[in-house]
């Protein structure tokens, strides 16, 4: 069965430092998506970055990159020069089978991001 | 503009009375999902259609109902036989058209009490 597992409940960074949130995920599939959502107070989900099973490269957007770790089934974001906006909950999700289909997706319980000014 | 829309926002139910909530979407995405999301925790599948008329049990689909008769329309049932229906509901799309990620799209969602 699926499962994703954040093990960091609630983290503090400083503004303007670098802050990594752990997302390890368990599946049988060769074939699988990892995605990273943010989730301000106001409830709505906002789409971070994206990582294949068969990606080569890890994915960055701009301040976020996802630190891909196949072997260990692994996706740790990274977000560089963490600003106070980026205080919200952090979800890693994934979504089994190729690129193209439309599986179910499952959320992990989520990391909790405080910036301090 | 293109999006997802719930409604009702916020939606105050009586034990034992069915409520529906409704999800429209005019992004011409093929698929719709539905979440719970209970405070401080993460998003649990409900339900998910990938085709219209076609749709999968999630992972608590217990005590709820689905149906996706058009496809820009997938309404969640929340019936009497939800034990503890009270949380926050998503509803979301997804499209692999035009894209590389195949990432969800949101609405904003609807927040259900029960008195």
């Known amino acids: 069965a699926q499962k994703i597992t954040q093990t960091q409940p609630g983290m503090f960074v400083q503004e303007k430092e670098a802050v990594t949130l752990d997302c390890t995920y368990d599946t049988s599939d060769p074939s699988y998506g990892l995605f990273w959502y943010k989730q301000p107070s106001s409830g709505e989900m906002i789409f971070l970055i994206y990582q294949g099973s068969y990606d080569q490269q890890n994915a960055t957007e701009g301040r976020y990159s996802l630190n891909f770790q196949k072997a260990r089934k692994s996706a740790n974001l990274v977000i560089s020069a963490s600003q106070l906006g980026d205080s919200a909950m952090y979800f890693c999700?994934?979504?089994?089978?190729?690129?193209?289909?439309?599986?179910?997706?499952?959320f992990g319980p989520g990391t909790s991001l405080s910036v301090i000014p | 503009d293109g999006g997802i829309t719930q409604s009702p926002k916020y939606l105050f139910r009586k034990e034992g009375q069915n409520v529906t909530l409704s999800c429209e979407q005019n992004l011409n995405h093929d698929a719709m999902y539905w979440y719970r999301q209970d405070p401080g925790q993460g998003l649990r599948l409900i339900y998910y259609?990938?085709?219209?008329?076609?749709?999968q049990k999630g992972d608590i689909a217990e005590g709820y109902s689905v149906s996706r008769e058009k496809k820009e329309s997938f309404p969640l049932t929340v019936t009497s036989a939800q034990k503890n229906p009270t949380a926050f509901y998503l509803c979301?799309?997804?499209?692999?058209?035009?894209?590389?990620?195949?990432?969800?799209?949101f609405g904003e969602g609807s927040r259900l009490t029960v008195l």
């Open positions: 999700a994934m979504r089994e089978g190729p690129r193209t289909s439309y599986d179910k997706v499952i």
């Open positions: 979301a799309s997804m499209t692999h058209r035009g894209t590389d990620t195949g990432e969800l799209f």
């Open positions: 259609s990938q085709i219209v008329n076609d749709f």
